[in-house]
């Protein structure tokens, strides 16, 4: 069974440029959910969608959004990049079901570099 | 809010030798889970260990093992006979058990663990 993907891997922006982040869940998992990680403020929470909802939200401003397909395929959207917003962004999937310990699968990160 | 604390940053074991990583974490609720992940150099992050706060009993995997002391708020892992492929950084994780909350985790703030051989 196919891991949890993300694209791209690597990129670098400038300060008010946008973009935009893909993960693939693992197939038959309907849970997506992003993390941030920095080496300053360790991996912070974003977001968790579930059959196209979301359905937490972390402490992030507005200019961090998302959505999800009817594919459980997931995008995150970063606009308007602040030299703060470099990080490595993780996608994490999950069977999403309430009541079980949630084991969640990470993909590789993509490294998004401001400039 | 709940908070997770890993106050040592870095730790160093010799191959075949026995570490323990130390974890804290803050919460008003009663129930919850608790995970070690894994995150190698290669950035996957991988999961160790859970453990379900009402289980007493301390959950094991292979070389790996928690001492999950409730009313202390520790949740420590310990890794026996090490390896060089256990080199990584561990982080340690809390996720409430409430409706909502299903995959949002706290983590801590990470700890380094370097294997000699």
């Known amino acids: 069974k196919a891991g949890v993907t993300q694209t791209p891997r690597y990129l670098i922006k400038t300060r008010g440029q946008q973009v935009t982040l893909s993960c693939s869940p693992i197939s038959g998992h309907r849970s997506v959910s992003w993390y941030q990680q920095t080496p300053g403020q360790g991996l912070q929470f974003l977001f968790e969608?579930?059959?196209?909802?979301?359905?937490n939200k972390g402490n992030f401003p507005g200019r961090f959004s998302g959505r999800q397909f009817s594919n459980s395929r997931s995008e995150m959207n970063v606009s308007t990049l602040e030299l703060g917003d470099s990080a490595l962004y993780l996608c994490?999937?999950?069977?999403?079901?309430?009541?079980?310990?949630?084991?969640?699968?990470f993909g590789e990160g993509s490294r998004l570099t401001v400039l | 809010a709940q908070t997770v604390t890993q106050s040592q940053p870095e730790m160093s074991v010799q191959e075949a030798e026995t570490v323990t990583l130390s974890c804290t974490y803050d919460t008003s609720e009663s129930d919850y889970y608790l995970f070690w992940y894994k995150q190698p150099p290669s950035r996957q992050m991988i999961l160790v260990i859970r453990q379900e706060a009402y289980k007493q009993q301390n959950a094991t995997e292979n070389r790996f093992s928690v001492n999950f002391q409730k009313a202390a708020k520790s949740f420590s892992l310990k890794i026996s006979d090490s390896q060089l492929g256990d080199a990584a950084m561990y982080f340690c994780?809390?996720?409430?058990?409430?409706?909502?909350?299903?995959?949002?985790?706290?983590f801590g703030k990470g700890i380094t663990l370097s294997v000699r051989p």
């Open positions: 994780a809390y996720r409430s058990s409430q409706t909502g909350a299903n995959s949002k985790l706290t």
């Open positions: 994490a999937s999950s069977l999403g079901i309430q009541a079980t310990t949630g084991e969640l699968f």
């Open positions: 969608y579930f059959s196209e909802t979301q359905r």
